[in-house]
């Protein structure tokens, strides 16, 4: 097990800037998320974590070690791929003990490792199998098989359930978080789904074009986002953002805000005039537990309100309000207002 | 005539007894006769044609044929010495141009699957020859292949080495064409092994890479393995290749010196077209066939065991 250190980390591909300046500390046996959309970097500083890229400028420590330019075999990293990267002509069992043989772990030593690990995921019937004859899931069990049997310090997850369907994703994102719990291994993991993010992470790093954009335990990005792109990118439905002037009737709002975040979670629909702001009811999506209302404003903006219960009538018109803790205010520049009280 | 049931269709127009089974055979049959009829009169034909050839004593002059039975196969396997010469020197090409072009194919594979600037240039340059004529190539090396005034020579005189009369010796003939033939077509090969190298996800090298394989350990354990079925066709097509070599004998060393190059083809076209044997020479193409064939078998064969 080992802390992991970022300082300043830089990466360009011939002139882009692909990474531009990253600061990170991980806790021993923290389990860190790196999200962002696509194109933000994520997977490419996890790579450079792995050392499957070489880093530009900056120092990046495992332990108290500086690994910059350590082979990536050294580090004491495993990772799981993304497409799992099982060796499609070797079974179960020679595609977890691959490492372990170019290693020269002798054959007994081998077995036994092997053995825990299959035992560890249910793969014990499936030793003899080739990875053709698994299904995703399976082979996803057998890519973080392969990756434990090396007991590194440090797991590296490369998108590893974004090729399972939905229904799967789900379970195997309960036994990611149960194997961590088991291992306490330090875990990060890449991934573009928030969700996934918010479920599995100590402390999610959200990544954009190559920044931070903030740190922080996914309550904090939920409840307390530092900026526009976050408050955004974290919760779903997304936050609404409206001018500032649309919650004058909600209360005081700071000095410098220039607009302000509501999640549709936390919108109710009030009686036409009663809100803070008044819109006409577009179009009503009924998910079961509640329902996703689209109302545009009398501004011209679109809102969107989770509502339980019968939704208005299209065309109708409605109030919309929240409680004053729940806004979010945000300077012209996008940077949370935080309130000074 | 029974009517067949109707299928429902309101479009069977002129012949509406056709099923739409019935209706598709005929439409398939009629796509494919162009094909299939070129077929009939320019393989299946004369491969009849030679088998029967094979078992008469055919004058070409006098166009008269006479059925011999199997004194013809009788003639080469165990009454003239040559053939079984020119075998030999067929199995000693095969032998050379086989393992040299598929080994220096992977090699440039390997190295023009790196990405590195001018890597399109370099794969050009090196399929080139493939596309280059015949006749042109072997002019080319004929001339650079010449006793001491070469050049191959005057460069092995620039080191010290004296170089051989490279086409006028027999056994440096062999060799001359065998790395003649193997620089012209391991182009072909190069790119098939790209290829396939290409189609090798990338991230199996880096999953290996982590788990501490030498590239040497990432290319006998994954590498090479995975390129099975790759190396499986480029053999086999390869070492038909080789027993089929016949403009490149011809063009180069005409057989010689001394029946040094004669290889089987080129012997058949001897006995055919030069000697006018051509029962002989069907014999001969129909025994090169069954070696061809049993190579070809042997080689999947092994594969089969292999996996």
């Not at chain 1, 080739?130 to 990756?147: D, H, K, T, W, Y």
């Not at chain 2, 590195?116 to 650079?144: D, E, M, Q």
Request: proline content about 5%; overall charge neutral.
């Amino acid at each position: 097990m080992s802390s992991l250190t970022l300082r300043n980390i830089q990466k360009r591909f011939g002139r882009v800037d692909v990474i531009r300046g990253v600061d990170l500390d991980v806790a021993d046996g923290e389990f860190i998320v790196f999200v962002g959309p696509s194109g933000c970097g994520k997977s490419t500083l996890l790579r450079m974590v792995a050392g499957l890229e070489d880093i530009t400028s900056g120092e990046l420590l495992i332990g108290k070690r500086v690994v910059n330019e350590v082979q990536p075999a050294k580090r004491g990293v495993a990772m799981v791929f993304q497409s799992y990267a099982l060796y499609p002509h070797l079974n179960v069992r020679d595609n977890m003990g691959f490492g372990l043989k170019v290693r020269k772990v002798v054959a007994a030593e081998r077995e036994k490792r092997i053995g825990e690990a299959a035992a560890l995921l249910k793969l014990d019937a499936l030793l003899e199998r080739f990875p053709r004859e698994l299904s995703g899931g399976q082979r996803q069990r057998v890519a973080i098989g392969r990756a434990i049997v090396g007991n590194p310090d440090v797991f590296l997850f490369d998108e590893p359930l974004s090729n399972l369907d939905a229904e799967l994703r789900v379970h195997m994102r309960s036994e990611i978080a149960a194997l961590h719990k088991r291992l306490g291994n330090t875990m990060i993991y890449v991934t573009h789904d928030q969700i996934e993010a918010m479920t599995l992470a100590d402390r999610i790093v959200v990544l954009r074009d190559g920044l931070v954009e903030q740190v922080g335990s996914p309550r904090e990005l939920y409840e307390r986002p530092d900026n526009l792109f976050v408050a955004q990118f974290i919760g779903s439905p997304k936050m609404n953002i409206l001018p500032v002037s649309s919650a004058a009737a909600l209360g005081p709002a700071p000095e410098n805000a220039a607009s302000v975040g509501v999640r549709p979670e936390h919108l109710r629909i009030v009686a036409p005039g009663e809100g803070a702001v008044s819109g006409k009811m577009a179009i009503g999506e009924y998910t079961g537990a509640s329902s996703l209302l689209h109302v545009g404003l009398d501004n011209g903006e679109t809102s969107l309100v989770v509502h339980e219960g019968d939704a208005p009538e299209p065309d109708s018109p409605v109030g919309l309000t929240a409680a004053a803790h729940h806004l979010h205010f945000f300077d012209q520049h996008g940077r949370a207002c935080r309130k000074t009280n | 005539m029974e009517r067949k049931p109707s299928t429902g269709s309101a479009a069977r127009g002129s012949a509406p007894w056709l099923t739409l089974r019935m209706r598709e055979a005929m439409e398939a049959w009629l796509f494919l006769s162009p094909t299939l009829a070129g077929f009939l009169i320019f393989f299946a034909g004369p491969l009849v044609a030679v088998v029967w050839y094979s078992l008469t004593e055919w004058n070409l002059l006098t166009q008269q044929a006479t059925f011999v039975g199997l004194d013809n196969y009788d003639d080469a396997l165990f009454r003239n010495p040559d053939f079984w010469h020119v075998v030999r020197n067929s199995v000693v090409f095969a032998l050379g141009l086989v393992p040299l072009n598929m080994a220096l194919a992977l090699m440039l594979a390997l190295a023009l699957t790196r990405r590195f600037r001018g890597v399109v240039f370099f794969r050009t340059v090196f399929f080139a020859p493939v596309v280059t004529s015949a006749v042109a190539w072997a002019i080319v090396w004929k001339f650079l292949l010449q006793g001491e005034a070469g050049f191959v020579n005057q460069m092995l005189a620039g080191v010290g080495i004296s170089g051989p009369n490279w086409l006028r010796e027999p056994d440096w003939a062999m060799v001359a064409v065998i790395v003649t033939r193997v620089i012209k077509m391991v182009g072909l090969n190069m790119i098939l092994y790209i290829a396939a190298l290409q189609a090798i996800p990338r991230d199996y090298e880096a999953a290996a890479q982590l788990e501490g394989a030498s590239n040497w350990q990432i290319f006998r354990m994954i590498i090479w393995p995975l390129l099975g079925p790759t190396t499986l066709v480029i053999m086999v097509i390869t070492t038909i290749g080789s027993f089929k070599v016949f403009d490149h004998i011809y063009l180069m060393t005409g057989g010689g010196p001394e029946n040094g190059t004669l290889v089987l083809a080129f012997y058949i076209y001897q006995q055919g077209f030069q000697f006018f044997n051509v029962g002989y020479a069907s014999a001969l193409a129909m025994i090169m066939f069954v070696i061809v064939l049993a190579l070809t078998v042997v080689q999947l064969a092994l594969r089969r065991k292999d996996t």
